[in-house]
């Protein structure tokens, strides 16, 4: 399956699933919780489930809002070391379990996910 495929397999409604679960777990951890304004959670959770659609052949309207998704920009003020790249994964991969995605979607964005948080870290572990 190609990366601009997985829109038309899993629509708006499969990514909408997985952010969601992904979300749900973030308050809660203590690793990635001080990262996130917990008043404007639901605000990251609709611009990631928004780059994700367009990132996989949807609608372009991550674009159209906010312009080039520059992620390594936008997170230069979060410390993105191995250990927070890592829970990162570790929650994302519960969330694709959660969202239970057809499997070559999930193959997809798993490999997208891997490549994307190595390339999002920052620093060095502490």
């Known amino acids: 399956m190609q ?8 629509g708006a409604e499969g990514l909408r699933r997985l952010v969601a679960a992904f979300y749900q777990q973030v ?10 304004t917990m008043r404007d959670l639901s605000g990251a959770e609709q611009r990631l489930r928004d780059f994700l659609i367009g990132r996989f052949g949807g609608p372009q309207t991550y674009i159209e809002q906010r312009g080039h ?10 410390p993105i070391d191995q250990t927070a ?19 070559e979607a999930e193959q997809v964005l798993r490999k997208f996910f891997n490549e994307m948080s190595t390339f999002m870290i920052n620093q060095v572990d502490r």
């Open 3 to 10: 990366e601009l495929e997985v829109y038309s397999t899993i």
């Open 27 to 36: 308050p809660q951890d203590e690793i990635l919780a001080p990262m996130y």
């Open 69 to 78: 998704p520059r992620l390594r920009a936008r997170h230069s003020s979060f």
């Open 85 to 103: 790249r890592d829970r990162w994964m570790q929650l994302m991969d519960n969330a694709l379990g959660e969202a239970a995605l057809p499997g």
